[in-house]
């Protein structure tokens, strides 16, 4: 077991025992399940609006290299310049020079997964510039010193009280203040910060090929001031985000707030498609956007992993996932948790490293149900499971106990060897990986043949019965 596994199974325990962690995480999701079914009646028919989405998306994937490079010419065409990175090094890097040639001292953040996934945070930092999370839920876990637990809200296993006391110790806020008053604080405390940065950053929720544009959804409002406020606007957004059309937005917006927060739809939609024009008013003076990869294109030359770039990170697998409702989202230790994080985190950052990630489900299929844009997440899991074992992410003796499994199973004879007693006790002293973490696998204490001849007997001494 690497570190990476041994780390996750040593969290995932802890916080599977953790009753209060438990407790407040079914809570906030028991509002979501209750919120969701009543953002779908928004849709005539919820099927046929999943394969829509997907269609699209599929078809935006299949084309990526033609939408992305149509998208580019649009937006550069109004004064956008668009950088493509290759990795976390080169988004880094060109982030760091837009910096330096602003002068920036302060940069002010909307929500943006992407940018966690670069650690954008830690390296602003690290080169003396302030960056400040202007999210509600990444204001309290930066605040904290956390990475988001969920993609979409990101303080969720934080209670009210919790999040009191973090303010109190944190900014010296008066002691138990109510949820409400928590907000207006923040507010305060955020809004001198819009004004005084030199540089916003934001990621997209999609990127719209046909007319080169990035849509943001939200409901707070601090993206709209993030793109406002400061004279340069940074994007920073996946490869993957690409859908076709304009006409797509009507489609996916409303499918992203029904299956991320259950509203019908956001409070605030953006559309963005370059920087302050020469009769426009408001808006960043300049607007650059960062195109990454950062292991995408090794999802995307795999034809049956591909499916895995529709997401459209609406959180909605992670809220269904048994595993997840018990682990919480910092057990994974990864940018991206839950079943979609289990599958696209191993192709992103190593599937040596990460191949753990793709057993931590219980393949029950609700991640697959409940998905937007019908991404089959947990067969995807078990293409991931697959592909460590072809090359070769396997113990000797892993590969020996299932070599005799194998061949026991395929010759009946060898089956019929011992009983369910016997069976019991080999089995579960080979597979001791599976019997640490999980329950005892548990033999039928009669074989199929022996209780196929005793049904046998049964219905035959029943047939003699019945004709005498």
């Known amino acids: 077991m690497n570190e990476q596994a041994a780390s996750f199974m040593a969290k995932a325990a802890v916080k599977a025992g953790d009753m209060s962690h438990r407790q407040t995480i079914n809570f906030n999701i028991s509002k979501y399940n209750a919120a969701v079914p009543r953002g779908k009646t928004q849709f005539y028919d919820i099927e046929s609006a999943r394969q829509l989405a997907k269609n699209a998306k599929w078809q935006a994937v299949e084309h990526l290299d033609e939408s992305l490079l149509n998208f580019e010419k649009q937006i550069s065409s109004r004064g956008a310049k668009v950088l493509w990175a290759e990795d976390t090094a080169q988004a880094l890097a060109a982030i760091g020079e837009i910096c330096q040639l602003k002068e920036c001292k302060t940069v002010v953040k909307s929500k943006s997964m992407v940018t966690e996934e670069i650690h954008l945070n830690a390296f602003l930092q690290q080169n003396g510039i302030e ?99 400061p004279k340069t606007h940074i994007v920073v957004v996946g490869i993957e985000k690409v859908i076709p059309t304009l006409q797509d937005l009507s489609l996916f917006w409303p499918m992203l707030s029904t299956f991320g927060t ?57 809220n269904a996932c048994p595993i997840y409702k018990n682990i919480g989202g910092h057990a994974y230790e990864t940018t991206y948790s839950g079943p979609i994080g289990s599958v696209i985190t191993p ?58 499994w194998k061949t026991v199973s395929l ?58």
């Open 131 to 229: 960056s400040v999370e202007t999210d509600l839920g990444e204001y309290i876990q930066q605040l904290d010193g956390e990475p988001p637990y969920h993609i979409v809200t990101p303080a969720m296993h934080k209670n009210k009280e919790q999040i009191a006391r973090l303010f109190t110790d944190k900014l010296g806020a008066p002691a138990n203040m109510p949820p409400e008053q928590l907000t207006i604080f923040a507010r305060h405390q955020l809004r001198d910060k819009f004004t005084q940065a030199e540089v916003g950053i934001t990621g997209a929720n999609f990127i719209i090929a046909d007319i080169g544009g990035i849509a943001i959804t939200e409901n707070e409002g601090n993206a709209r001031l993030t793109t406002a406020f």
């Open 262 to 318: 259950g509203q019908k739809v956001t409070s605030y939609n953006t559309l963005i498609t370059g920087p302050k024009q020469a009769n426009e008013t408001d808006g960043p003076e300049e607007m650059y956007v960062i195109l990454l990869d950062n292991g995408r294109t090794n999802m995307l030359k795999k034809p049956e992993s591909r499916q895995a770039l529709y997401c459209i990170r609406c959180g909605a697998c992670l």
């Open 347 to 404: 192709h992103l950052k190593g599937m040596k490293e990460y191949n753990h990630l793709s057993y931590a489900s219980s393949l029950c299929g609700n991640c697959t149900e409940v998905c937007p844009v019908r991404i089959d997440i947990h067969e995807l899991l078990l293409i991931n499971r697959h592909e460590a074992v072809k090359e070769g992410d396997n113990t000797m003796a892993e590969k020996m106990a299932w070599k005799a």
């Open 411 to 468: 010759h009946r004879r060898l089956m019929n060897l011992g009983n369910g007693q016997l069976k019991n006790k080999m089995v579960n002293r080979i597979f001791t990986d599976w019997t640490e973490y999980r329950g005892a696998l548990n033999f039928s204490q009669k074989t199929f043949n022996e209780s196929w001849k005793q049904q046998q007997r049964m219905k035959g001494k029943s047939e003699a019965t019945s004709t005498k």
